[in-house]
Every structure is written in C-alpha cells, then in structure tokens.
C-alpha cells in the first residue's frame, strides 16, 4: 500500500469517527424499572408480574413492583405498597391491585393503578410538596386523589364501591361515573353503582369507619362498609299525596323514592288511573296490564325490605313484586297471592349485604296502594310487613228499608256487623263478670244475635270477650245487616246511676301562664317591617321583581335581610348544575319580609348556579328550583302541639320559566290534609335584572304578596307567627327531584310546627 492509499484510508477513518461521535446510540428497552415495594403484613398474598404469574410474598417478606404488576390478598390478607415517599397503600380483603403507570420527576407525580376487588385504604405523604396525583380505576368508576387519606371499598355480594374521604381537603378527592364527577369530603361517604352517577353526600361516622378498617386489617370477619354507612331505610308512604296521575314515563317521587308508570307495560298497551280502589277515601294508582317501576337510589339509606299494599281485581297469580339489584339485575320476586276485592301487603326481605336499588310492581288488574321501606327491630331480625294504609276493609253504608209488619223468622245464621266508629261502647248482658263499659277499637267484629224489642240494642257476641249488649244508635256501632232477621230478647236493665258526690272544697291552683309569644331564637326570628312613613319618606312595594324598593327599605330601617344558610334536606346539596361553575357555594339565599294591612310581603334573593324549576303538571313546585314558606297561624293556640293543625301551613313560589311557557305562582298547601290549591290571589315576580347580592347567572330575585284573607289572619303590629323561610334546589336538567334545601332554621321539620321559627309584624316608628 503506497503512502497516498494509506493517507485516503486515514482520512476515511478520521471522518467515520466523528461522525459515530454526532449519532445518538441506538435505544434501547430497560429492564422495569421499580416503582413500588409491596410488603406483606399477613398471609395468603401474592405478587403478579406482567404476565400474571403469581408469587407468594410471606408475611413481612418485601418485594420491587414495575410497571403492569401488582398484589392479590385473599379474605383474610393484608398487604402495603410504598411509593417512594409519596403514597402507602393498603390493600385488604380480597383486593386485587396493579400499578398501570408511575411518573416522577422534581415536581410532579403520577401514579395509576386499576382495582378489581378488594378494600384499598390510601395515605398521600402531605410533605411532599409537589403536584401529585393518584388515578384509581374500577370496572364503571374512576377517582382522582390529590394528596389526601380514602378508603375505597368494593362490597362482595353487590355491585357497589365505596369511596370514603377520611382526611380531604377541597377537591382533592373526587369520583366520576356515568360522566359525573363528585367531590368527597371529610368524613363523607358516597357509593357508585354500575348505573347512574355517583350517589349524593352520605355523612360517615368516623369511629365506625374505623372500627370496620380495623377489624379488616386485624382478618377478622364484619359486614360489608355499606351495612355500617348505611343506615336501614324507614319510609311509609301512601297515594294521598297525589292531585293527579303523572303520564307514563314521567317520573314522580313519594317520600324521596323515585316512581315512574312504565308507558310499555306488560303487554305494550297499559291503563293508568287515579281512583279511591278499596274506599278508603285515598286517591290510588289502579293499573290493568301496567308496571310500576321503583328507584331507591336517592334514598340516602339501604333499602333490604320492601312491602307494598295492592289491591287485587283479578285472581291470584296475576300479579307480581320483583327486586333488583345496584346493576339491575333481578334478586328475588312475590307473586300477588290474594283474589279479587282484597287487599295485600307483598313482601320482601333481602340478606345482609345485598341491599335493593330498584323494584317493579306488575299488575294485570289491580291498584297500588302504598308501600314501605320497613326497619328491622331493636334486635336487628327483618321487620313485619307493615302496610301503607289501613288493611281494615270499609263497609259500604246501606240505606236502611223499611221492615216489613210481619213476626220474622228467626235465623241461625249470624251477619256480620264490623265497627265504623273510632271506639264501641259496649253494655254487658247479666252474668258477664267484665265491666259494664268497655271499649273496642276501631275494626272490631261483632256478632249480632238478638235485638231489644225497642231496637234500641243489639245483643253481639264480641271476640275473646263474650256477649254484651251494644246501643244500636250513632256514634256508637253501625253494621252492614237488617237487624228485623234476629230474634227479639228483653232489653238490658236501666244501670242505676251513681249517686251525686258533695263537691269538696280543692286548694286554689295557680294558673298555668300563657305560651311564649316567639319561638326559642336558635330556630330563626325574622322582622316583617311595616309599609309606612319612615324618616319622612313613605315606603312601598311595588310588585315588578325588582329588589329596590326593599333596598329602600333596608337603608331607611337598619334591618337587614335574614340569611338563609342551614341545610335541612340533603340529597346532593354539593351537587352543581355544571361542574365548571367557580363558586364555594352552590345553593344560598336571602329573605325579607314586610307587610301591610292587606298583604304578607317576602323577597328572596337566591343564589344558584343552575336554575332548574319545578315542570311538572301539578302543584309540587318543591321538586324543583322554589322558595318555600312554613306557617303556624295560631302561634299561641298550639304552642306545645307537636302535630299539624288547620292553621299550619305551606307556600311554594314558582319561579316561572318562559322558555318554557311558566308564568311565576304560587301555591298553598293545608298540611295537615297535605292537600294544595292555587293561590291565585297571590302577586308573584320574578326579576328580569340581577339580584342584589349575586349577579343573575347566578340565581334569581322573586317577591311575592299573599293576601292576609287567604292565610285567616287579621294582621296587627306586634303579631307574632310561627315561620321558617327556606329554598328548594334541584341541579340535574330535565328532571323533578328535591336535591336539597337550605332554610332560615336549622331545626326545621315540617311535621312538627314546634320546631319551626318566629316571624314579628314589627311595630311602626323608630327602629
């Protein structure tokens, strides 16, 4: 090789080297790098590796975890994964985890693994001050952790996970589902089912939760997380509270359970009535071929046994209660038993574990008369079945004919004679050794065996009593039979009346004072201030939804509105109309009052974010976006009675929707009948402008003036009601649920008036 090749062949090398130099090296697939120790506390665990191939892990044993492994423990099985120093994660109870992605650097993390089964309890580091984040997957849910302390649990015998913030701060724990995303709180619970969002907000009693983690961790047996979130379901409802009968597929609530008249039915053709089917005087839900379709979802409680009232028109067997469970699937069935012209209560009882979330009535022909969401007794054994109303059959009233002057044949068949009046008062036949009154409940059978020749008394046989003489005149008895068909006996002899005792003379007693004019203030009190010339300028309300006037009249007397703020109903009060809404607070109001000789004024100016208002074709406003008024008319009439009277009373205020052709209005229900008419005598506006305290997007400004005449009252300064002021919200579009209401009195109960507030008509002159 001459000197000018071997110059060639250097240069060559020369320029091959650096360009080697310029290339990157080839890439090149790692072995998997660690991402978590996995650590066994007790037996039975096991490692999987990206192949699923399992391993077992002894107890205290520790094993490196990459990406696409993870950890199966069986029912007694406990085991701990390490994140660096970012997250401990325990995985209980015939869990099943694997680690799908980690990413660290200097300032952020991200973890993410998907769950099967199993209890996972999670423990952010809150050193760590980097931006961090946890993806849990489940089979129809995912939750998003930001540096917080969960369990998330999924139940054995039913398809629903529990999600459970123990230490979480603002929207650093939320799960979504069903393309709904919820944020969980401290100490609050919420569970996901394979249909429907999540469930609303459901306070946790932490020593439980506990407890419950505890006896998991330790191996031991307990019932599923939900039997101790949960408590059993206690609701009673009938069919009174219906004015009219929804369309099918419009969903309707009794008692916060979701109903809905299924269009399709049992052959595609169903009849829906409203009608009073065993004379009691109730309005029930009469179906030929229908299906009755029952959502328990909203019921923040667990629903294991369900009874329903039906009256039958047909034969047995044509009639069915079916149960299902969280994913719809059917878990058991009654089959209507009775035969035509009675009634039953059907039903069913679920194991432990396995609670009901929707249920179906079929009837080829009958009526639905109720049902109930039964509690179990003291010691913890399935209720009785408890019927929705009275299962004592009302007899028809007879108009009496006349009898025939003819001697009657005596009959040994005895009618029967079934008790109408609330009590009998029975006068006993000689030789009987009880009492000479005593008294019968409502219901009682009495076998009519003889009259008096005056027919003044029937002699009756009265079961586990004997026989006695009973005063045929009302109110005491009245039967369903021709009292001329019984034999003729004499008469019961006159009782001897007691002899008249000499009054003795009783110490003087001091009379008891009168009631409290107000309620305790804890329970709210509110000014109505009086239309009249303060500080020279005379003040009105002009009915337009406009706030100024009562601006006016805030300035002039120094007495501001009331806040309305106590949650007193909450099915999901956290909910928000639109996920993206940037406030603190979804629903919150205030109230004013003021009043004149001729009106009761109130101005509520509500803020929240989603306006959806009552659509539905009765009187139910509270099922939607409303203000609400509670009053007791007769304040000191009934202080102390705990029940409800003629004088207590609702008011529901339509907002109105003009895009949906709904004008403002108002309604007035007498609660203590739970009936309601229009009050059309009401003024009711709603501002086109926005509100005094929030701006329009966000709510919405209604007063309103109902006439003192409609409410039987004649007002004068220094009157005092019994009154709560509160505000109905529901945030899911094209529905009709109550979701959650906030009021001027956090002890607020609409059954008894003695926990609502105060309302003063405040004397004119200086304030």
């Known amino acids: 090789m001459n000197r000018l090749t071997r110059l060639l062949l250097f240069g060559v090398l020369v320029l091959l080297t650096a360009c080697a130099r310029s290339t990157p090296p080839p890439i090149t697939v790692p072995p998997a790098a660690t991402t978590a120790r996995a650590e066994a506390r007790r037996a039975q665990v096991e490692t999987l590796d990206r192949n699923g191939r399992r391993s077992p892990l002894a107890p205290l044993q520790e094993r490196n975890l990459a990406v696409g492994e993870g950890v199966d423990v069986d029912e007694t099985g406990s085991a701990v994964l390490k994140f660096a120093d970012l997250l401990l994660v325990e995985v209980l109870r015939d869990g099943e985890l694997q680690v799908r992605q980690f990413v660290q650097d200097d300032s952020s993390a991200l973890i993410d693994f998907g769950l099967a089964t199993g209890v996972v309890v999670g423990d952010f580091n809150p050193q760590q001050e980097i931006n961090r984040r946890l993806t849990i997957t489940t089979e129809f849910a995912r939750i998003e952790v930001v540096g917080t302390r969960f369990v998330l649990a999924r139940e054995r015998e039913t398809p629903l996970w529990w999600l459970v ?151 047995p067997g044509q009639g069915q209660l079916i149960v299902y469970d969280p994913a719809r699937n059917p878990m058991n069935k009654e089959v209507v038993t009775v035969g035509a012209g009675q009634t039953e209560v059907m039903a069913l009882r679920s194991q432990p574990g396995r609670p009901y979330h929707y249920a179906a009535l079929e009837l080829a022909d009958g009526c639905f008369l109720g049902f109930s969401l039964t509690p179990p007794q003291a010691d913890g054994s399935p209720g009785a079945p408890r019927p929705a109303v009275s299962m004592v059959e009302p007899m028809p009233t007879v108009t009496p004919t006349a009898i025939p002057a003819v001697t009657p044949t005596p009959t040994t068949a005895s009618p029967e004679c079934r008790a109408f009046a609330d009590t009998l008062n029975l006068r006993a036949g000689p030789g009987l050794d009880y009492p000479p009154f005593a008294v019968i409940g409502r219901g009682a059978l009495l076998e009519p065996l003889a009259r008096s020749e005056d027919g003044a008394w029937l002699l009756v046989a009265v079961p586990d009593a004997g026989k006695g003489w009973v005063r045929n005149a009302e109110p005491f008895v009245r039967c369903n039979f021709d009292p001329a068909i019984l034999p003729v006996e004499k008469a019961p002899p006159t009782p001897t009346p007691l002899p008249t005792a000499t009054p003795t003379a009783r110490p003087a007693v001091t009379p008891t004072p009168p009631p409290p004019r107000t309620r305790p203030e804890g329970q709210g009190w509110l000014q109505a201030l009086p239309l009249a010339t303060i500080g020279g300028y005379q003040v009105e309300i002009v009915l337009d939804g406009g706030y100024k006037d009562w601006l006016i009249l805030t300035d002039l007397s120094g007495v501001k509105p009331t806040l309305v703020d106590s949650i007193v109903f909450d099915r999901a009060c956290k909910a928000l109309f639109s996920p993206n809404a940037n406030i603190e607070d979804d629903l919150m109001a205030v109230v004013w009052f003021a009043y004149d000789d001729t009106y009761l004024y109130v101005a509520f100016d509500v803020r929240d974010e989603g306006f959806v208002p009552y659509t539905g074709r009765d009187l139910r406003f509270f099922l939607g976006d409303a203000p609400q008024l509670l009053l007791d008319v007769d304040l000191p009439g009934d202080y102390y009675d705990t029940g409800l009277n003629a004088d207590d009373l609702q008011i529901d205020f339509h907002p109105g929707w003009p895009q949906q052709d709904l004008p403002p209005r108002a309604v007035l229900w007498q609660l203590s009948t739970q009936r309601p008419r229009e009050l059309t005598e009401a003024v009711v506006a709603v501002g086109p402008q926005p509100g005094l305290f929030w701006p329009s997007e966000l709510g919405y400004f209604l007063e309103a003036a109902v006439p003192w005449k409609a409410l039987g009252i004649v007002p004068k300064p220094g009157l005092t009601l019994g009154l709560v002021a509160s505000v109905s919200d529901n945030d899911t579009a094209k529905t009709n649920v109550q979701e959650c209401m906030i009021s001027t009195d956090p002890q607020r109960n609409w059954r008894d008036p003695t926990t609502w507030g105060t309302l003063i008509l405040v004397e004119p002159g200086p304030f």
């Open 165 to 315: 913030g123990l230490e979480a701060q603002a929207d650093h724990l939320q799960v979504t589902a069903d393309g709904v995303t919820k944020t969980v709180a401290t100490g609050q619970a919420r569970w996901v089912a394979p249909i429907g969002e999540p469930s609303a907000g459901i306070g946790a009693q932490m020593e439980n939760v506990q407890g419950w983690l505890d006896a998991a961790r330790g191996g031991r047996a307990q019932p599923e997380l939900g039997e101790v979130l949960w408590p059993q379901a206690d609701v009673l409802a009938n069919t009174d509270p219906l004015v009219e009968l929804p369309p099918p597929g419009q969903p309707f609530t009794l008692e916060g359970v979701i109903l809905t008249l299924d269009p399709e039915g049992l052959f595609g053709a169903p009849a829906y009535a409203l009608e009073d089917c065993n004379g009691d005087g109730i309005g029930d839900i009469a179906m030929v071929g229908g299906r009755l379709q029952f959502d328990f979802r909203p019921i923040l409680a667990r629903v294991r046994a369900l009874d329903v009232t039906v009256w039958n028109r047909s034969g």
